[in-house]
């Protein structure tokens, strides 16, 4: 039966930036469908643990700052000593700073480019050496709407979602002879902790609606079946894809 390939029975995930907002959601997303879950975060995740655990699977919350020198692969040493393996990783951690250009502070673009770019490369590539090993994998980025276009007063969100857009692309050739898929997700604009100011700004909020075809914002939960797609069996020949979900936002 076709839903069978999207169960994800037995699967161990490790998702990053999940104690709230889009990585809770991919959380319990994999955990409804089957996985057992390893939450990352710079916050506590336990409730979301707590959440995965209510479902009947395994859950294990580890809090750690992924800025960190050996923050990445001791995290992913932790998980897969706590979980056995890393099926799935779902790279969500992610930061934002904004300022005009001309007076962008220099420490924000590095704090945004460690988060985002960084240590996105360095947890798949830690993730990856047991995947080859094994010879499964999926590997799940999340881009953005400014992985294709430039944004306002946000260079360095902007230039480290670019670079999650041709990583994704670059790990994809060379780990898909070796069962290993890599494909990233592209949220449009989502109702979370990181758009609060936007939609605070009433001027800024209705322009964005006004740009979006299904009229509203974006929610967690609009990205969780994109989410268990990808790393199911379902997508098994899907690899180097950026899935948008923006509520049309691209198509305008």
């Keep these: 039966m076709i839903l069978d390939l999207f169960c994800l029975d037995g699967r161990k995930a490790l998702v990053t930036g999940a104690a709230k907002g889009l990585g809770r959601a991919f959380a319990l997303a994999l955990a409804e469908a089957g996985a057992d879950v390893a939450v990352a975060d710079i916050l506590d995740p336990v409730s979301t643990a707590e959440e995965i655990r209510a479902l009947d699977r395994k859950a294990v919350s580890l809090q750690v700052d992924l800025a960190g020198e050996e923050a990445c692969a001791d995290l992913v040493a932790r998980a897969e000593a706590a979980m056995g393996r890393i099926d799935i990783l779902v790279n969500n951690a992610g930061i934002i700073r904004r300022a005009p250009l001309l007076d962008f502070p220099r420490q924000d673009w590095d704090d945004v480019i460690r988060i985002n770019q960084t240590a996105l490369f360095l947890l ?19 881009a953005s709407m400014l992985s294709f276009q430039g944004g306002i007063r946000v260079p360095s969100y902007t230039a480290s979602k670019s670079a999650v857009k041709g990583l994704t692309l670059a790990m994809a050739n060379e780990l898909a002879d070796k069962g290993i898929t890599v494909n990233a997700i592209a949220p449009g604009y989502m109702a979370t902790d990181n758009t609060a100011a936007l939609r ?40 180097g894809a950026i899935l948008n979900v923006d509520g049309g936002w691209l198509a305008r």
């Excluded at 798949?124 to 999340?142: D, T, Y």
């Excluded at 700004?201 to 994109?226: F, S, V």
């Design 124 to 142: 798949s590539q830690a993730a990856a050496r047991g995947m080859v090993e094994r010879g499964f994998g999926r590997i799940i980025n999340v």
């Design 200 to 239: 605070a700004d009433e001027g800024r909020n209705q322009a964005i609606l006004d740009r979006i075809p299904a009229a509203r914002w974006g929610t967690p939960e609009d990205l969780q079946g994109a989410c268990v797609f990808l790393a199911s069996d379902a997508a098994s020949y899907v690899n």
